[in-house]
Structure formats: C-alpha cells, structure tokens
C-alpha cells in the first residue's frame, strides 16, 4: 500500500506564492513518478507538474515558468513552488505517484487533495 499526504494549500491573493508538499510512504519502488494534478469545479483534472525518480520533470502549460517541482527521494516527499498565482489557479491539487508493478502494470495513488484558492 502507498499513502500520500499533501499539506500546504490555503488562501491566497493574486500574484502571491504557496508550497505544497507530498510525502509519501508504504510500497514504494526505486524508480517512479510523482507529482501534481489539480481539478476546479467543473473541469477535468489537468496535470500540473510531474517529476520521475530520475529528475527528469514536466509541466502543464498553464503553469510554466511559475511554478517549479522538485523531490527528496531520501525523504520520500515531492513539492511544488507556486509563485505568480492567478485565480485560473485555484482547484484542489491532488499529489501522484505512479509506478509499475512486477509484472509491468502501471500503478498509480492519489492522495485525498488540498484546497488552493487564489482570490482578492
């Protein structure tokens, strides 16, 4: 089993910062893929940024160049630096890990989800 537990989110004013984190724990193999996906009320989940165990990292559009992901493997935890924020910002950011099985299935865990509202 794989827990992830993300913290940092809370209310923010146009062009201020925040950093969640994401710390994980249980089952977890050596090379993975964690990140950041977020959902607002009434869109699809989108990708935010992703990192895989190598440090090779990805981000959505809407985000580049203001926010930036990062990993401590030894620590198990991934975070994502929110600067610049705007209100097509706000959503629930959900943290990601996703790993292949044995047997080469693609296994993916969510955390519960944390509230990011940007607001004046």
């Known amino acids: 089993q794989v827990q992830l537990v993300e913290s940092g989110g809370g209310l923010v004013q146009p062009g201020e910062s925040l950093r969640l984190s994401c710390k994980s724990s249980?089952?977890?193999?050596?090379?993975?893929?964690m990140g950041w996906y977020r959902q607002a009320p009434g869109k699809e989940r989108e990708l935010v940024a992703t990192?895989?165990?190598?440090?090779?990292?990805t981000y959505g559009n809407s985000v580049k160049g203001r926010f930036t992901i990062s990993r401590d493997n030894a620590k198990k935890l991934v975070t994502l630096q929110m600067n610049s924020l705007q209100p097509d910002d706000t959503a629930v950011y959900y943290c990601n890990l996703a790993q292949y099985s044995r047997i080469g299935d693609l296994i993916e865990n969510w955390g519960q989800g944390t509230q990011v509202t940007v607001s004046s």
């Open positions: 990192v895989t165990s190598d440090g090779t990292t």
């Open positions: 249980g089952s977890i193999g050596s090379v993975n893929r």
